[in-house]
């Protein structure tokens, strides 16, 4: 396994297009995360899932995001209605769980850009 | 609200000189990690810091962790051009799971 792989790399869109994101983790980490980093700023957490249950959901993620892990291997990130403030660097990254070090590894991430 | 404060903000320092990039945050946490980003890239992890005291250290990277007074430390020695790049604090609080990272120091080494 070569790592966390996401895709696409880069996607432009149209305001107001839903737009899917797919991240495929290293194959034995069950915890799976979400973020989103802005220039000039650290990653932001949006979602984390253990397995195929999303344990955690960023009180700043918006009801036009939505996350699955349908059978605990790969996730998607759905963004609705996508508004200009939506452009950002969306980052994946999947760890393993109890009794680790819960060390992150990141994937290169999708860079989207709402025009 | 918890907050991961890194400085400086921005680094310019001469290759061969040393420094200290220093990581506050205000909750009660045992782990902390360093990531590297170069631009337009994703983050690499550095060190992982999982109690009181811990230090690790990678060529000319060390990390320490105080838990006490709530700091982590990377210091550079002897610069090189190849670090020049951002470093990413995050913490763990220990009630939770979820990462919070700093702001993050741009560091850039001149010849």
């Known amino acids: 396994d070569t790592g966390v792989s996401q895709d696409p790399r880069h996607k432009i869109t149209k305001r107001g297009q839903n737009v899917t994101f797919r991240c495929d983790p290293i194959s034995e980490h069950n915890r799976l995360y979400w973020y989103r980093q802005t220039l000039g700023q650290g990653p932001e957490f949006l979602t984390y899932f253990q397995n195929e249950a999303q344990l955690e959901k960023s009180r700043l993620l918006s009801d036009r995001f939505s996350a699955e892990r ?3 291997s ?10 200009q403030g939506d452009s950002a660097m969306y980052l994946c990254a999947s760890s393993l769980g109890a009794g680790a070090s819960y060390e992150q590894y990141f994937g290169p991430g999708t860079r989207l850009t709402v025009t | 609200e918890l907050k991961v404060e890194q400085n400086p903000l921005f680094l310019s320092m001469q290759e061969g000189k040393n420094y200290t990039i ?4 205000s909750t009660t946490s045992d782990r902390l990690y360093w990531y590297r980003q170069d631009p337009g ?3 690499e992890s550095l060190f992982v810091l999982l109690s009181n005291g811990a230090v690790k250290q990678e060529g000319r990277l060390m990390a320490s962790l105080d838990t006490k007074a709530r700091l982590s430390t990377l210091h ?3 610069a090189v051009h190849d670090l020049s790049a951002t470093y990413f604090c ?3 609080p220990n ?3 979820q ?3 700093g702001t993050g120091t741009s560091l850039t080494v001149i010849p």
Not at chain 2, 22 to 25: K, L, R
């Open chain 1, 70 to 72: 349908p059978k605990g």
């Open chain 1, 74 to 83: 790969f996730s998607t990130l759905e963004i609705q209605r996508t508004e």
């Open chain 2, 22 to 25: 220093y990581c506050n945050y």
């Open chain 2, 41 to 43: 890239k994703s983050l």
């Open chain 2, 76 to 78: 550079i020695t002897a």
């Open chain 2, 90 to 92: 995050a913490v763990v």
């Open chain 2, 95 to 97: 009630t939770g799971n």
């Open chain 2, 99 to 101: 990462f919070y990272f």
